[in-house]
Antibody
Framework: QVQLQESGPGLVKPSETLSLSCTVS????????WSWIRQPAGKGLEWIGR???????IYNPSVEGRITVSLDTSTNQFSLKLTSMTAADTAIYYC??????????WGQGTLVTVSS | EIVLTQSPATLSLSPGESATLSCRAS??????LTWHQQKPGQAPRLLIH???FRATGIPARFSASGSGTDFILTISRLEPEDFAVYYC?????????FGQGTKVEIK
């Protein structure tokens, strides 16, 4: 059974950089697309970026210029970096696996709060 | 970007009743439309892909249809575990976008 687990700081100061990792277990990171999706408390979902195991990335224009998604096949992890964080970036951040049938496996999510 | 509008925002129903949820796209997404279910404190769960195909393990009481700009998710005979928020999402164009969700609550 594939499992995804996000890890990283729960609190980030304004203007600083968020770094999150997603560890994939029970399956290989190779052969799939991997996404980051976020959800402000009590609100809807926003897809922010995706990486293919080959390294190809695509980002949401809403965060383009601030976001980097990378991948490490040796550790079966992929990562998110989001710079210049503001209160508007406060959200639960999910990592998810994408197949031809869309996001079939999700992490449990990690709450990131931007506050000084 | 493609805007998805879901209606109603909230549906108040009793167990055993049927639910009909709507999702309308601001432009055609052909059948590149997905439905997700989200329960409080949990990650979303894939229900339906390609507009009408149930994901692995999804009960047959969930059905969906539509193409182009108008889509429907039907839940027949609501079970207690079906009370949740349902999101539609398009994968036709970048960026991928979600509707604002429909909450199916117990009446």
């Amino acid at each position: 059974q594939v499992q995804l687990q996000e890890s990283g700081p729960g609190l980030v100061k304004p203007s600083e950089t968020l770094s999150l990792s997603c560890t994939v277990s029970g399956g290989s990171i190779s052969g799939y697309y991997w996404s980051w999706i976020r959800q402000p408390a009590g609100k809807g979902l926003e897809w922010i970026g995706r990486i293919h195991f080959s390294g190809y990335t695509i980002y949401n224009p809403s965060v383009e210029g601030r976001i980097t998604v990378s991948l490490d096949t040796s550790t079966n992890q992929f990562s998110l970096k989001l710079t210049s964080m503001t209160a508007a970036d406060t959200a639960i951040y999910y990592c998810a696996r994408e197949t031809n049938y869309d996001w079939d496996y999700w992490g449990q999510g990690t709450l990131v709060t931007v506050s000084s | 970007e493609i805007v998805l509008t879901q209606s109603p925002a909230t549906l108040s129903l009793s167990p055993g009743e049927s639910a009909t949820l709507s999702c309308r796209a601001s432009q055609s997404v052909t059948t590149e439309l997905t439905w997700h279910q989200q329960k409080p404190g949990q990650a979303p769960r894939l229900l339906i892909h390609n507009a009408s195909f149930r994901a692995t393990g999804i009960p047959a009481r969930f059905s969906a249809s539509g193409s182009g700009t108008d889509f429907i998710l039907t839940i027949s005979r609501l079970e207690p575990e079906d009370f949740a928020v349902y999101y539609c999402q398009q994968r036709s164009k970048w960026p991928r976008t979600f509707g604002q969700g429909t909450k199916v609550e117990i009446k």
